[in-house]
């Protein structure tokens, strides 16, 4: 089994068994998308919704922006063989995990529910909110997802280095 990581602002799309492309979410949506006919899928991962209207942004990190990466992802899948109106998909991620950022996980969810709707595309699985981070995996040919919940670690304590003691200058200068 191939496996191929995807982080913020990327995709992937595959047209082969064995292959399982996966994501780790916390309020940023992952799309998973597959037309059973052709057997070729893919995901993505977008941090935001849209950009917003008073701040512009530099081209390279459109894709970190779910109006971008859901057309950079069907685009690819129609370039291997996938029709648009036989897409079904999944959607993760969208979870509030830090409280005082304004629901980011909210909107993000929301803008993939409402782009999935307006595109007409089929929504098979949607595991989206809550407060905790996801682990997606997806395996593109077979249109099988697996997402399981990741749970919240303690942190090891912080070791500090014990202060060495300073020597009390002698007025000499020493020169190594």
């Known amino acids: 089994m191939r496996r191929v990581a995807i982080v913020q602002g990327e995709y992937h799309v595959v047209h082969q068994s064995g292959v399982v492309i996966s994501t780790l979410l916390g309020s940023c949506v992952a799309?998973?998308?597959?037309?059973?006919?052709?057997?070729?899928?893919?995901?993505?991962?977008?941090?935001?919704?849209?950009?917003?209207?008073?701040a512009p942004v530099n081209p390279a990190d459109m894709q970190r922006y779910g109006v971008h990466?859901?057309?950079?992802?069907?685009?690819?899948?129609?370039?291997?063989?996938?029709?648009?109106?036989?897409?079904r998909g999944h959607l993760y991620g969208g979870a509030n995990i830090?409280?005082?950022?304004?629901?980011?996980?909210?909107?993000?969810?929301?803008?993939?529910?409402?782009?999935?709707?307006?595109?007409?595309?089929?929504?098979?699985?949607?595991?989206?909110?809550?407060?905790?981070?996801?682990?997606?995996?997806f395996m593109p040919f077979e249109g099988r997802v697996r997402a399981t919940l990741v749970q919240d670690q303690p942190l090891p304590p912080v070791e500090r280095p014990k202060p060495v003691p300073v020597s009390q200058p002698t007025g000499e200068l020493e020169l190594f």
């Open 31 to 54: 799309a998973c998308l597959q037309d059973p006919v052709a057997r070729v899928g893919g995901m993505n991962h977008f941090l935001l919704g849209e950009p917003g209207a008073d």
């Open 98 to 137: 830090v409280a005082g950022l304004g629901g980011i996980g909210t909107k993000n969810a929301q803008f993939a529910r409402n782009f999935m709707q307006t595109e007409g595309i089929a929504l098979d699985h949607c595991d989206l909110g809550g407060t905790q981070a996801r682990k997606v995996e």
């Open 69 to 87: 990466a859901m057309e950079l992802l069907i685009n690819a899948l129609m370039k291997h063989g996938a029709q648009r109106t036989r897409l």
